[in-house]
């Protein structure tokens, strides 16, 4: 990557012109050969999502707190913690949540300070807590930006936020720049560590970083089947060194043993699609190809799976992780009520050759283009 880079640097111009005829997008004109040089590090289990003097290590899996905003049976708060408490000791450190995720923000709390409390400050400084912010297009005035964060900062019950991943809903409204710039102003004064995107597209993304927004990362929706940050936005984000943390990887379980061989087009034929995640991703499954498809997907990974000694999902996530810009990838956990960590950590030590990565392909590539279906990265947030 680094010397993919530095080619940037010596090109910068004729690839600003491949940019604009590639992606239908102006090239980028206000980013300086430094920041574009800011390369990121990354080992098996941890990376580090960087923009110019910002910068943060995470965990390359990353626990997705979803599940506990209701949908997926009911959340008991100690069993909760006490399964946060197990995801960490196992290597597993970084976790995901938001403002609207019911109780996510305070389960982080109280876990933080058990933290505190039972583990030595070595295995504090690993714990990382990545939330979201999710706010109506209302005014964005600097008041309203620093009261709603700090309401995060105390429910996480941290004195300054380690990251904060921005949702916009509607780009006619020109406020998410006043949002982030007013978010900016925080990380100044230490209320936030690093400012990041979730759900934003590629020409937003390229105008965020023309008015100066110093963000790390951008959350998007990626999997082997939703294959469309690869196709504009990882260029954007080689050319300028912001990372991509991926969610939907495991398609809320569709990409699991649980489906193959199933068949869902006969009413209770097959496991019920009985959480939001399942709902979701089914519908993403039918936009891309359909079950029969899915179904010469989930055999090919098993195959692979097989070859490896693992299971589908840890394919899944592998082959994510392998993509370009990819720092980190979520995977979904149901505190107290189910865990992965073994599947989770074997991630790690999993390596797909080429065979692998070949026979994935040769299936995916009869899907649909998602991009022109659905529209770019977080487009299905905004369609009428």
């Known amino acids: 990557m680094a010397e993919f880079l530095q080619s940037s640097l010596s090109n910068f111009t004729l690839n600003s012109v491949k940019w ?31 923009n110019g003097t910002d910068s943060l290590e995470i965990c390359r899996v990353v626990n997705g707190m979803w599940q506990t905003s209701g949908g997926w049976g009911r959340i008991d708060r100690d069993n909760a913690v006490d399964a946060m408490l197990r995801y960490a000791d196992a290597g597993l450190t970084t976790f995901d949540m938001a403002d609207i995720y019911g109780p996510a923000e305070d389960l ?147 990409l699991s043993e649980k489906f193959l061989d199933t068949n869902l087009t006969i009413p209770f034929a097959g496991p019920p699609l009985n ?16 079950w029969s498809l899915f179904q010469t997907l989930l055999k090919t990974l098993k195959t692979v799976a097989s070859k490896h000694g693992v299971t589908i999902p840890t394919v899944a996530v592998k082959y994510i992780l392998d993509q370009t810009a990819v720092a980190g990838s979520m995977v979904g956990v149901r505190l107290g009520l189910s865990e992965h960590i073994q ?27 998602l991009l022109r279906v659905i529209g770019d990265c977080g487009d299905e947030y905004r369609r009428a």
């Not at 005829?21 to 941890?46: F, M, W, Y």
């Not at 999710?134 to 004195?159: F, W």
């Not at 959480?275 to 359909?290: C, E, F, I």
């Not at 390596?351 to 590539?365: A, K, M, P, R, Y």
């Open 108 to 254: 982080y709390g109280i876990f933080i300070n058990r933290v505190r409390r039972e583990r030595p400050p070595e295995y504090l400084e690993k714990v990382r807590g990545l939330t979201k912010w999710v706010p109506p297009p209302v005014k964005m005035t600097s008041g309203y930006v620093r009261e709603n964060i700090d309401v995060s900062r105390k429910r996480m019950d941290v004195p300054s936020l380690d990251m904060l991943q921005f949702h916009w809903w509607d780009y006619s409204n020109p406020g998410y720049l006043d949002a982030l710039k007013n978010l900016t102003d925080l990380k100044e004064e230490g209320k936030i560590k690093t400012v990041a995107l979730t759900n934003f597209d590629t020409e937003r993304l390229q105008i965020i970083l023309e008015n100066g927004i110093p963000v790390v990362s951008n959350q998007v929706q990626h999997s082997i089947v939703d294959m469309r940050p690869q196709q504009k936005m990882a260029e954007l984000c080689l050319l300028t060194g912001v990372k991509l943390i991926t969610y939907g990887t495991v398609m809320g379980g569709l």
């Open 20 to 50: 604009e005829a590639k992606t239908g997008c102006s090239p980028i004109r206000k980013l300086t050969p430094n920041q574009i040089q800011c390369v990121i590090t990354e080992d098996k289990r941890r990376s580090i999502v960087k």
């Open 343 to 369: 599947d989770t950590n074997a991630i790690f030590s999993l390596v797909l050759d080429e065979e692998d990565v070949n026979s994935i392909q040769e299936v995916t590539q009869r899907g649909k283009d």
């Open 275 to 290: 959480t939001p995640s399942l709902q979701k991703y089914k519908r993403m499954v039918d936009a891309w190809g359909g």
